[in-house]
């Protein structure tokens, strides 16, 4: 992108009507004055978000936000600083390791800001902190480099990035949404789009002599490479979205300008970003190709309505609104409403004026004219894309459901609209004669930056409010209690092996009682030398041998970690019943066992109210208990033979896999969760020995509803499996397969259902049966 000039001929190479930008109504500046205006516009930026945030009084080397999802960002982002990749991690998922090719994670453009950050200081969280600052003026850079290309003039284009960095939806992600915050691409990733809407059709330049050449290496089709490449680099929702966009004004420049040139330029600019997110797919792929696909993301299509888009939030004011009146009425609107997951959005009156204005335009269109029609029928067509059953969930439905959350796309809306209201504000303040109206320019666009900024951004409530930011101290202070526990923790028991309780899932897990999801990451994040359970991801043969043992009695659940190689357990009573009997026979995690396992030592080696060596928590409700004692005691009683035998047969566990066809709801049967199969599944068995071994299984199958469903099987070489039906029981139909040999490695069992014509499955994955209490016995 170059700057524009007042001498420069209109950009539009075709019929556009383009009127007098305001760029062109003012004087052209100097190369030194556009420096000072992006440098003063980025340093405004960071002034403003530190000042908002009081940085002076926070401790930057603990996360702003220190709870839910970032936790899951985080071990990430440590990974990515102290190893330069966070696809495997050695240090979580014990005994396997955290292998993350089921869950991919392509923000590489952050992943790079992150580790060039890391460089700079050694501290994590501190690199992590710096990162988010710096989101700000680098959305405002970015903002304000597509706002002069779109010819507004130097300090409407400031003012116009500023709001666009002040989002309320930026202050909504916070570190909660960490790379989504961080949406400073967005703007680049609309310039290819709008330059097609102007006529601009990349790989067809307008030669002198009027022609229009296939040309690939022009130099507006190579940047819009690299802008692809960049945008398939900042997170799959921003790329699906920017897909959506340029195959939009593909057809709309169709439509407008009568040649099919036009759709070769759309496809030109998707096609980069297709290539990246591909290529960044690959090590998933592969993977998935040597272990099975694991469907961890399968996603709803009715999830497509949950997190919609609402017009009513882009609009209404701003959540926790500066003015009494304006919050109330968004917490009024906000209250019992159904369909709202994702309830922020809101454009601010600035950007939320430019809305209103473009809708009427598109209700009511006059005539062809640059902005305001092509921008008109772009913000049409994104808020019918993301509301409420509108194409994306259409989309969800007929194509793919993992795309869900279309309440994430009010930040294209946002800079489109805050650009169609700053335009006419500028060439508003630039068209009006005499001096007084020159006098009265930069006051009125001073006024609108800070009635925007104040619209915006809620300090009343938070921001500049020394009471507003006890929130950010108030997780500080535990993330510095959680410090001094685990460095403890660390001194007590160095390079351990944790076993961490209760076991919870990785990832997208609901809360274990009081622990969500990710509060097990913490351990990873504040040592340097332990291993931990939490973070293998689920339904891999780790995280089935960490749930198997995670919900065995006391006793068993202790000897099968030890002789694992586990050193110590960190349990989170947090995670437990408040109320429990220990002296029931009850699985370890179905009620707090810290005093449990004390005198489970204590039986051992016959010695009275002796207990392990414990490291309590400052809350008092966080432990972990050093389990090289009761280890060595029972190595004792067994003998050396009997205790590797027994590690041997631990770490040669035959792991049941239910991988592709499967779905695994959080509903439990006699401590065993019920396991979902479509229409075609695949149950795989891993074999980590290095022989051939014989094993009978059993499980048993049910279905819901009358009729005569009918069940075959196959995939597993040198075996006939016989076919049969069932109709509905209520204890469903128990079967067993004898004398099956189990070669080394991966075996998968191929389950096909047809279910009777009149059945109609209850979700898209055209669920028909379920399996429970499988049960393998080695022969």
């Known amino acids: 992108m170059s700057e524009p000039s007042a001498t420069e001929p209109s950009a539009s190479l075709l019929s556009v009507i383009e009127p007098v930008a305001p760029a062109d109504l003012a004087a052209v500046p100097s190369r030194r004055e556009r420096l000072a205006w992006y440098a003063g516009t980025a340093l405004l930026a960071l002034v403003l978000v530190s000042a908002g945030l009081r940085i002076a009084e926070q401790d930057l080397g603990a996360p702003f936000y220190y709870d839910l999802d970032s936790l899951l960002y985080l071990p990430w982002v440590k990974s990515i600083i102290l190893h330069g990749t966070h696809w495997h991690n050695d240090r979580l998922g014990a005994p396997g390791g955290q292998e993350l090719y089921d869950f991919p994670v392509i923000d590489y453009l952050h992943f790079a800001f992150l580790w060039v950050l890391g460089r700079l200081t050694s501290d994590v969280f501190l690199a992590y902190n710096l990162y988010y600052l710096l989101t700000y003026p680098l959305t405002a850079l970015t903002g304000m480099a597509v706002l002069r290309w779109l010819k507004l003039s130097l300090p409407a284009a400031a003012v116009g990035a500023l709001l666009y960095a002040f989002l309320p939806y930026h202050q909504e992600r916070f570190q909660y949404h960490f790379f989504l915050s961080a949406y400073w691409v967005v703007p680049l990733s609309l ?72 759709v070769a330029a759309a496809a030109w600019v998707i096609a980069p970003v297709v290539a990246v997110g591909v290529a960044y797919h690959y090590p998933t792929a592969a993977y998935q190709a040597r272990n099975g696909v694991n469907p961890i993301t399968d996603r709803g299509p009715e999830e497509a309505e949950l997190y919609a888009l609402k017009l009513s939030h882009l609009v209404l004011p701003a959540t926790d609104h500066n003015v009494a009146k304006l919050s109330r009425l968004r917490a009024l609107y906000a209250a019992n ?90 060439r508003f303040l630039l068209t009006r004669t005499g001096a007084r109206a020159r006098r009265l320019r930069y006051p009125a666009l001073a006024a609108l930056l800070v009635l925007g900024y104040f619209d915006q951004t809620p300090w009343g409530w938070n921001w500049f409010n020394p009471h507003g930011m006890a929130m950010v101290r ?143 928590h400052e809350d008092g409700r966080q432990f972990f208990l050093d389990l090289r004692p009761y280890r060595d005691a029972y190595r004792d009683l067994v003998g050396p033979t009997a205790f590797e035998q027994q590690a041997t ?43 051939t071994r014989r094993i009978d299984f059993s499980f048993t199958l049910g279905v819901e509803v009358d009729g005569v469903f009918h069940f075959s099987f196959s995939g597993m070489p040198g075996l006939q499996w016989p076919e049969f039906d069932l109709e509905r029981k209520t204890d469903g139909y128990g079967h067993a397969f004898h004398n099956i040999e189990l070669p080394p490695g991966r075996s998968t069992l191929r389950i096909r259902c047809t279910p009777p014509e009149s059945y109609v499955p209850f979700d898209h994955r055209k669920i028909c049966y379920s399996i429970r209490h499988l049960r393998i016995v080695e022969k």
């Open 474 to 616: 108030d997780h500080a202070e535990r993330f510095r209690a959680d410090e001094r526990f685990f460095r403890k923790v660390e001194e007590k028991c160095p390079g351990a092996r944790v076993f961490c309780l209760p076991y919870v899932a990785y990832p997208e897990s609901p809360p274990v009682q009081r622990v969500a999801a990710y509060e097990h990451a913490r351990g990873y994040l504040l040592t340097d030398t332990l291993s931990w359970s939490f973070g293998t991801v689920k339904r891999r043969e780790t995280d089935m041998w960490l749930k198997d043992v995670a919900f065995q009695p006391p006793e068993e659940f202790l000897r099968r970690i030890v002789v694992r190689g586990f050193d110590g357990l960190f349990i989170d009573s947090r995670g437990f019943p408040r109320k429990a009997d220990p002296a029931r026979s009850e699985p370890a995690s179905a009620f707090n066992p810290i005093d449990r396992v004390h005198t489970l030592y204590a039986d051992l080696v016959r010695k009275k109210g002796l207990t392990l060596p414990e490291v309590a």
């Open 191 to 262: 310039v290819p789009a709008l330059a097609i809407c102007k006529g601009e059709l990349l790989l067809f330049p307008l030669a002198p002599d009027g022609s229009r050449r296939f040309r690939p290496f022009a130099p507006g089709a190579l940047w819009t490479l690299v802008v692809g490449a960049l945008t398939a680099s900042a997170g799959a929702y921003y790329a699906f979205f920017a897909c959506a966009v340029y195959a939009f004004v593909g057809l709309y420049a169709v439509v407008m300008f009568h040649t099919w040139k036009a």
């Open 337 to 426: 409403r159904p369909a709202d997951g994702e309830s922020g959005g809101s454009l601010g009156a600035v950007g939320g004026g430019g809305l209103v204005g473009l809708l009427v335009l598109a209700l009511f269109p006059r005539r062809r004219r640059w902005p305001e029609a092509p921008l008109a029928a772009l913000v049409l067509f994104l808020v019918l894309l993301g509301t409420v059953g509108g194409l994306g969930s259409l989309f969800n439905l007929l194509v793919t459901a993992q795309i869900r959350a279309y309440a994430r796309i009010s930040v294209y809306i946002g800079f489109l609209c805050i650009f169609m209201s700053v335009w006419w504000a500028d």
């Open 649 to 691: 047969q631990e770490r040669e566990w035959i792991a049941p896999l239910y991988l592709k066809g499967f779905i695994v709801y959080d509903q439990v049967d006699d401590n065993e969760q019920i396991r979902w199969g479509s229409y075609d599944a695949h149950l795989m068995f891993v074999n980590p020995a290095d022989r």
